[in-house]
């Protein structure tokens, strides 16, 4: 199993999950965002999934991938309490920033 901290510390991994938040989607519509090959797009894949970010449901023969959200939140609720902050008290100082 990936860290999650490896998996998440590579920029491209970054915008993939952030894609994946607004939908579920196929790896060739997540390469469409992307200009790099497929193969590397399934080498990120099998990091995220590895690590426990992403969730991979196959239908007929297609892969969907879609975050996963508990895994996810596991990370915010770190940081959280490394910051010393609620979720709540996060969401009002990043609300606050913009």
Known sequence: MESPW????DDNRKKIMLLLKKKSMTP????SHFN???PALSTHLRIL???NRVNEKKIGK????STNHDKTFDMMK???QVHGYSLNSLKE???NEK
């Open 49 to 51: 999934k590895s690590s």
């Open 28 to 31: 060739t519509e997540i390469l």
């Open 6 to 9: 490896k998996a998440m510390a």
């Open 36 to 38: 790099f090959t497929l």
């Open 78 to 80: 770190f940081f959280g």
């Open 93 to 95: 100082f990043l609300e």
């Open 62 to 65: 297609n892969r969907l991938y």
